[in-house]
């Protein structure tokens, strides 16, 4: 009985301990967590390579400040009618800087059947799309931090007394763009006119969102109040949730298809 339970007893821990190694290293992720480092995959995967050949990032910046330089000289930047329209002017290059991100975002994975490969993958639908979004949503709003200060220098306006409130603005109003683009984006993928597509689909979609972007980037710029234009708050939020559920619903269906 001395030696049985001597050896039970030594060979016990090991066994505990290789059983908590295995569990450690063999034990499959959680579905709640392994969905976020796909989804983070996808959006590092999209983000490294813009960084890398800059294709679409320096054609969106360049043609943003173009756009901006041609309006400045089209307008007095002293007259307060700059302030009457500001917000209409913003978010006009916004929109048209932002369909050029936009497009490219599933057109790149036609190169070598790339898009093949993710719709393959064990990334579902709605991963990659959320992935493919994060991506977008990263591009666009550093495009609209290069084109802001170049806006309020070429126009003379100044927001810093309420830049929480547009920094609110441009982020909720941006990821309205940014779901819509992307759904449509990989609606029209396979398509020989998607450039030309892609924006006549997305900004018909966008006329409730911007209209409440252009409202309160105008009001905040003329350092206004807000009062009761925080109606448009609650449009910009809920069409961000209705539009994100649907299209990770609805994505699976366009991809497959």
Do not use: H
Not at 116 to 121: F, G
Not at 141 to 160: K, R, S
Not at 182 to 191: H, K, Q, R
């Amino acid at each position: 009985m001395t030696p049985l339970s001597f050896t039970e007893s030594t060979d016990k821990p090991a066994a505990d301990k290789a059983t908590a190694v295995t569990s450690a290293a063999g034990e499959p992720p959680k579905p709640r967590f392994a969905a976020i480092r796909m989804i983070l995959a996808i959006a590092g995967k999209d983000l490294r390579t813009e960084i890398r050949t800059k294709e679409t990032i320096n054609a969106a910046l360049a043609f943003a400040v173009v756009i901006l330089l041609l309006f400045s000289y089209a307008f007095d930047p002293t007259s307060d009618q700059v302030r009457e329209i500001a917000g209409g002017l913003l978010w006009l290059v916004f929109l048209f800087a932002g369909a050029l991100v936009l497009n490219r975002s599933f057109s790149r994975e036609l190169t070598n059947d790339c898009l093949d490969a993710l719709i393959a993958s064990p990334a579902s639908g709605a991963q990659l799309w959320a992935g493919k979004a994060l991506a977008n949503y990263v591009l666009l709003l550093a495009i609209e931090a290069v084109c802001l200060p170049v806006f309020g220098i070429f126009y003379n306006l100044t927001w810093l007394g309420q830049l929480p409130l547009l920094v609110l603005v441009i982020a909720l109003a941006t990821w309205a763009m940014t779901i819509i683009g992307t759904t449509f984006s990989a609606m029209t993928v396979n398509l020989r006119l998607r450039e030309l597509m892609l924006p006549t689909l997305l900004y018909p979609m966008l006329i409730p969102p911007v209209m409440g972007a252009v409202k309160l980037t105008t009001t905040i710029m003329a350092g206004d109040p807000i009062g009761d234009d925080t109606i448009w708050f609650r449009l910009l939020i809920g069409y961000d949730i209705i539009f994100t559920l649907l299209s990770a619903a609805l994505v699976e269906i366009l991809l497959v298809g």
